[in-house]
């Protein structure tokens, strides 16, 4: 019987060490704001920056035993900023990931949380507060059921579309200030629980909601979120899994994508160039004005 520890060893071992990522960068309709590298914790705050910090500086993930955490709202330690990315409803969000591997295949998810009783919008908000609709769950995520293991996953979609995902932000969304987590799961070590298991590689993201274009009427969007806490179970089928043994299906963990969420499917994910740089805001209670961020002696920038 051959161990799918010693296949793992054939994908080379040296990509467990060093090759993880983070969101680099989204693209709102060409227009870039810069994501949070956490290589660089002690570098400069990008005045155009909407990804919340957290405390990776390998690059790497969370696991089960985090299940239960306020890290699995946004990575460990994270912190929110105070600048929104500003977006219609109904429009995408390219989310550029800082390169993918192919040995790390998994889903591809997305959830919404409105920020509510803050003066700030999402500046301010307790993340274990946040209510997580799921919006996107990247289905079907196991391509190639019945294939050669491990198979084509969601993740190979967005390595092939240069590392990025395009998220739908639901036409009859409510206006007003939303954390948007995307995440990735990691499946190849997802046999072995003892060890690391599934790794999550969840960002969040602050963004501010228009209503729809004029002249469209969407069907109301209704949130229906739950903590980031409840958000997995440990013995998930799709969270314990073999990817180098034959698969005939895959079981999406979490919560069920929220009818008319309208995820963009994957025949329909491409890469996005930017042309620009976006103009994040900050929210004053009911208005948001334009985020500028002060430049500080010691830090560079801060808010
Ligand atoms: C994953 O879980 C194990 C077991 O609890 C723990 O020892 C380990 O540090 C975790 N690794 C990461 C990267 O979270
Ligand atoms: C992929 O994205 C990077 C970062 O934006 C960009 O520099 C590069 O040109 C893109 N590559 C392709 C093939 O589009
Ligand atoms: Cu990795």
């Not at 969101?23 to 810069?34: D, P, T, V």
């Not at 209510?131 to 019945?146: E, H």
């Not at 969040?204 to 002249?215: D, E, R």
Request: charged content about 15%; glycine content about 8%.
């Amino acid at each position: 019987m051959i161990s799918s520890t010693s296949i793992l060893s054939a994908l080379g071992l040296a990509s467990f060490a060093a090759a993880h990522s983070h969101i680099a960068y989204i693209n709102i309709n060409g227009l870039k704001y810069e994501g949070y590298d956490p290589r660089s914790i002690a570098g400069p705050i990008s005045p155009n920056r909407v990804v919340w910090s957290h405390n990776a500086p390998d690059d790497g993930w969370i696991n089960f035993s985090d299940y239960l955490s306020p890290n699995m709202a946004c990575h460990r330690d994270a912190k929110s900023v105070p600048a929104h990315a500003v977006v219609r409803a109904g429009d995408n969000i390219a989310a550029y990931w800082a390169g993918w591997p192919l040995n790390h295949p998994g889903p591809v998810f997305s959830y919404l949380a409105p920020c509510t009783g803050t003066n700030d919008g999402c500046a301010s908000v307790d993340k274990t507060k946040l209510q997580w609709t799921k919006i996107d769950d990247s289905a079907p995520v196991l391509i190639s059921p019945d294939g050669p293991s491990p198979g084509t996953w969601a993740t190979n979609i967005l390595i092939g579309n240069n590392n990025t995902w395009q998220i739908h932000i639901p036409s009859g969304l409510k206006p007003g200030p939303y954390v948007l987590r995307h995440e990735i799961i990691a499946l190849h070590y997802a046999s072995n629980p003892t060890e690391s298991g599934a790794q999550h590689y969840p960002i969040c993201i602050n963004i501010y909601v228009l209503p729809p274009a004029p002249g469209t009427f969407p069907l109301p969007f209704s949130l229906k979120g739950v903590p980031a806490t409840k958000l997995y179970e440990r013995n998930h089928p799709g969270l314990v899994i073999d990817v180098y043994q034959p698969l005939s299906t895959y079981q999406v963990p979490g919560p069920t994508v929220a009818p008319n969420a309208q995820p963009v499917p994957h025949a329909r994910q491409t890469s996005s160039a930017y042309n620009g740089d976006g103009k994040p805001v900050k929210v004053e209670g009911t208005r948001t004005v334009p985020f500028v961020a002060k430049r500080t002696a010691a830090v560079g920038f801060a808010a």
